[in-house]
């Protein structure tokens, strides 16, 4: 993959990846934010194939960005809970 198909990969998952919703519709937020990627990529110009030759299954890509960021999330929350 090109520098610049990595540069708008990297900058759209920063941007649109994050968890907003409980883990349980991680799955349903992937597939959504998937088609969305690939829907911008064609618009610069970049191959699908490049992508996942690249980064494998985007949509798995995107799955483990939404857990991890859920995580966080989770994590911050109780962090920010007063201890007793």
Known sequence: MSEYASEILRGWIGE???CEHSPAKI????ETLARECCAKAAEEG???EDIQEEVGDIKELIASRLEEAAEE???ETK?????E
Do not use: F, M, T
């Open 27 to 30: 799955e349903k937020q992937a």
């Open 73 to 75: 999330n989770a994590h």
């Open 46 to 48: 970049i191959l699908l």
């Open 16 to 18: 649109k990846v994050h």
């Open 79 to 83: 962090s920010d809970k007063p201890s």
